[in-house]
């Protein structure tokens, strides 16, 4: 059984080392994308196309995680 502490462990770790992670080039269609609404927002591409660099920079754009 993993206990809430450990979990709240790796969770902070995992926080600290996208921190540290460079946000790559910045995207263009970052400006385009509205977080304040009230529908999930879908990242769709092929594989290696910046979806994740994409959402690190969504992170920080929306300052909640990172």
Do not use: P, W, Y
């Not at 990242?43 to 959402?55: E, F, P, V």
């Amino acid at each position: 059984m993993i206990f809430k502490e450990t979990l709240k462990q790796i969770a902070e770790q995992q926080k600290k080392e996208l921190q540290e992670k460079e946000l790559g080039v910045r995207r263009d269609v970052l400006q385009k994308i509205h977080l304040d609404s009230s529908h999930a927002t879908i990242i769709t591409g092929i594989r290696r196309c910046g979806k994740s660099t994409l959402l690190r920079q969504l992170m920080k754009k929306k300052n909640s995680f990172i």
